[in-house]
């Protein structure tokens, strides 16, 4: 159990929806992480979050988005779903910006 | 070309055998290098996290970072069927804003 929680852990949502994935990070890391998981692509990084702050962006679609409350815990928004958006989508965390990254277990995401 | 390379097996070998894998990559920035295991349907763990060149030891597994050549390697002693699960490098640059880049994994599979 690396301390990273995600919720939920399977969605199941129609084309054209919006959905709201949610990560709390381990005790005391500062930056979260989003990446996106299919066969095709691996393991793609989507943005991080950094007390808050907005600090990389890396492949996230317009489509997309995410925040990190003052709590840290962070969520990241998807909307107008796409049959190609089903994918496992991880959330990671870090003490700081440069350290390592601890996984959560996924959610896994499935539009129809 | 992609910046990180990483065949993608499977490979399979048997037990108690060592095992390697092995990345190379492109980008001479990168300076964090990383190696995850992943099993099926679960969020990747961190194994070994070095930094630069060199080798680090951790039980049966050994890092190798070959900077001059952009080559690293994991290896994996007396390998055992709890083993098998996909392995993904990872490597990142030294600016805190520098993304995390993953390579597509390999699958190893440790036969009794």
């Known amino acids: 159990d690396s301390g990273v929680t995600q919720t939920p852990k399977h969605l199941i949502t129609a084309t054209g929806q919006r959905v709201t994935l949610r990560c709390s990070p381990r005790s005391g890391d500062l930056s979260v992480y989003w990446y996106q998981q299919s066969l095709d692509q691996g393991l793609q990084f989507l943005i991080q979050?950094?007390?808050?702050?907005?600090?990389a962006k890396g492949n996230i679609l317009e489509r997309f988005s995410a925040q990190q409350f003052p709590d840290l815990h962070s969520e990241l928004n998807l909307s107008s779903l796409e049959l190609g958006d089903s994918a496992l989508y991880f959330c990671a965390s870090s003490e700081d910006r440069v350290a390592e990254q601890y996984f959560g277990p996924g959610t896994r995401l499935t539009v129809t | 070309q992609k910046e990180v390379e990483q065949d993608p097996g499977p490979l399979s070998v048997p037990e108690g055998a060592i095992v390697s894998l092995n990345c190379t990559y492109s980008?001479?920035?990168?300076?964090?290098f990383m190696w995850y295991r992943q099993y099926s349907r679960k969020g990747p763990e961190l194994l070994m996290y070095t930094y630069s060149s060199g080798n680090k030891e951790d039980g049966r597994f050994t890092a190798q970072v070959d900077k001059s050549s952009k080559y690293i390697s994991l290896f994996i002693r007396d390998s055992q069927p709890s083993d098998s699960a996909t392995y993904l490098c990872?490597?990142?640059?030294?600016?805190?804003?520098?993304?995390?880049?993953f390579g597509s994994g390999t699958r190893l599979s440790i036969r009794p």
């Open positions: 979050y950094y007390n808050g702050e907005e600090r």
């Open positions: 990872a490597m990142r640059g030294y600016s805190s804003a520098s993304k995390i880049i």
């Open positions: 980008n001479s920035a990168f300076q964090y």
